[in-house]
């Protein structure tokens, strides 16, 4: 039973109704307001000691984290987050310091992108420490990106570098909420994610809920120094496998039509200059995933970093 | 330290802004949107195993409370609830059906107030499950009901019966939705919370954020059945010492201006009769918490239920 497969089972155990325009299994929730307002977007997500980070972990890096991991869900569908409600599970109190690190943490990013921490609420948890983050923002109905809207033909595209996020990115990273507005207001996005499961994994997001496959360029797959690096030390990864798996990447991926793709790369060039966008592959209409490599094409069947297997 | 200390030292740290009608430190966030728009809600709560319910406890029974909590949060200010996001920490999992009993607790509830749940996460937590609720509503701004308009010489209510909740009551409690809607759209109602904490404690948080005192008449105080049963079979609580303090109660405590009790009271019989309603004393302007007894006058100290303590 892995993470999805539960997923699946709980769907249809929740309630909605018709103020719901996407509920489960998106980057966030969006939800109608009254007529002409924008949508709102509901997010929650957490990080537990042990887990997701180690004891050691200096407070700040992982409030951060904690953050900026909702900040970049609400990126990916377009979206400006606007209020967060902070949970911590704690053991016992005898020192307020590391606890106020969380906060100094969380205050400096929130400030970033006026984000208002509104309150949240501490409890009582014996064994080890988490936080599960809250979030409501908004977006322009007609910026609000889906994962649903891949077609085939569109040029899949990539922010950033991937792959071996663990040697720090994966706290240190920053939300690109200004990459994905900026893309929206510009480009007729037609779905997009941030790479929180792997490459491969949230590209089978996309590939499921828009009905469509995909076909990967091994040699445009943009890995990073860390990828590259963690593999040496490894018998069974190479710098590849952990582009494609690895998780918590927490770049843009998203598809656009192939007529734009070109006009788009330019754009954002001169835009972000210091953050690279790579054209990865396309979208096709067969329901698998492909990777092109100068050996031969082959499927990927993997599917990143599951929780649970 | 206690949780109350702890978030003191928290809330300076917490970044806002224009849009922050009440922050941390009430029942609920309070947020404005556009000119016009209801005031939204905002409100997390969590239940972890071991503190908040017992291994052996039904997991129907345990996500019905997980939602309820957040739902009575939202009518102490008058709210009605919109949307939720559950967020589930997870021990290894071995079979699914546990885990749907958590849903479908929520799910009739939800129905009930048509709240739609709109998605969540499952996040791993080796020890214990613990499960975290988002919740957003939404309250007209003329009905939103704070905890700091109490004022001398108000009338203080409390709904149904306190203490004791422990022996069932805070699992399957019915949060006061359709009553505090029902009294904040006739009546002035000064100030608002639910009965978490203990009504001594909850009182507490009106005095505090209002500026003011109360002064209780012991005989008016509403002792539920299951405190008296406990407090025979204990050395050091009375049935109202549990009323005073067990919390868990989330009943409805307000205040009202002495003119417009007597209606309130006789309306609230016709409308609720089956919920009794209590005026169990008045608000003072000494900022301290009193309890008139057949023995004599006496201040109360004790703060109620503290996590931390």
Redesign the interface.
């Known amino acids: ?1 892995n ?1 999805f497969d ?2 699946d ?2 769907k249809p ?5 018709n ?2 325009i ?4 998106d980057d966030c ?1 969006v ?1 109608a ?2 007529a002409g ?1 924008d949508y ?1 977007l ?5 990080v ?1 000691q ?3 980070f180690t004891e050691e972990e200096d407070l700040l890096r992982v409030g951060r984290k904690a953050l900026a991991r909702c900040m970049s869900d609400l990126a990916a569908m377009g979206g400006s987050p ?2 967060a ?1 902070v ?1 911590l ?2 053991p ?3 020192d ?1 310091q590391p ?2 690190r969380i ?2 943490g ?2 400096s990013l ?2 970033k992108y ?15 420490l ?1 936080i ?1 983050v ?1 979030m ?1 923002g908004r977006v322009a109905k007609s910026a609000c990106i889906l994962r649903n809207g891949a077609k085939p033909g569109d040029a899949v595209f990539v922010s950033g570098e991937l792959g071996g996020s663990r040697a720090g990115k994966h706290l240190d990273f920053e939300p690109r909420l200004l990459e994905a507005q900026w893309l929206t207001k510009r480009f007729n996005i037609r779905s997009m994610i941030d790479v929180s499961d792997g490459l491969a994994g949230d590209l089978r997001h996309i590939m499921k809920q828009s009905g469509v496959g995909a076909e990967l360029h091994s040699a445009a797959i943009p890995i990073s120094a860390d990828a590259r690096r963690l593999a040496r030390s490894s018998d069974t990864r190479t710098p590849l496998s952990s582009a494609l798996s690895d998780g918590e990447d927490f770049e843009l991926l998203f598809t656009v039509s192939a007529k734009e793709a070109v006009a788009l790369l330019d754009a954002w060039k001169k835009q972000f200059p210091d953050l690279q966008l790579k054209c990865i592959g396309k979208i096709i209409q067969s329901p698998v995933l492909r990777l092109v490599t100068p050996e031969g094409v082959r499927e990927i069947h993997a599917d990143g970093y599951l ?2 297997k």
């Not at 155990?13 to 109704?17: A, Q, R």
């Not at 996407?22 to 299994?25: N, P, T």
């Not at 006026?114 to 080890?128: F, M, N, Q, S």
Request: charged share 15%; proline share 3%; net charge negative.
């Open positions: 039973m993470e539960l997923i089972q709980i155990l929740l309630p909605l109704n103020t719901v996407v509920g489960a299994g929730a939800l307001q009254a307002q709102l509901f997010k929650t997500d957490s537990v042990g887990v997701h606007q209020w409600l949970t599970g704690l016992e109190i005898t307020v606890i106020c906060y100094e969380m205050k929130a400030e006026d984000l208002a921490i509104v309150g949240g609420e501490t409890t009582h948890c014996p064994d080890r988490w599960s809250a409501v929780h649970f």
